[in-house]
């Protein structure tokens, strides 16, 4: 594999799972996709999230198409069946704005590969392998 060098955006497994399956189609957080990163390829990089089973590793490369706020709590329930968050998750709709980040996989690597350097709480810089 040739090597790319792009920055990572941190998802915790499971959801991450959903989005290598093409089930989830957008990714939700509580500000927009940062510009700088709208169209740019990145690497999901995968967390261990509360299972602690394995260390911060790259998943897939993915690239953030649009990035728009959900109004209110019916508008985001709405369109569950895109970013899969039900209303018993620990990221469900809260008084917090919610933001969508529709998202296109380019890439699921055949094996995760995992990374050394240190990951950044939203966001990795560049990582190149």
């Not at 602690?52 to 569950?80: M, W």
Request: aromatic share 12%.
């Amino acid at each position: 594999m040739k090597k790319s060098k792009l920055p990572g955006v941190n998802i915790q497994f499971p959801i991450s799972q959903l989005i290598l399956q093409g089930k989830k189609t957008v990714e939700t957080r509580t500000y927009p996709v940062p510009v700088k990163y709208l169209n740019q390829e990145m690497w999901i990089v995968e967390t261990p999230g509360k299972s602690k089973n394995f260390k911060a590793r790259i998943v897939a490369k993915v690239i953030f198409t649009k990035s728009f706020r959900y109004e209110n709590r019916k508008q985001f329930y709405l369109d569950q069946k895109r970013h899969c968050v039900t209303p018993d998750s620990q990221w469900a709709w809260s008084n917090s704005p919610k933001w969508g980040w529709e998202l296109k996989v380019l890439k699921v690597l055949r094996s995760p590969v995992a990374i050394t350097q240190r990951v950044g709480i939203k966001f990795t810089k560049e990582i190149e392998f």
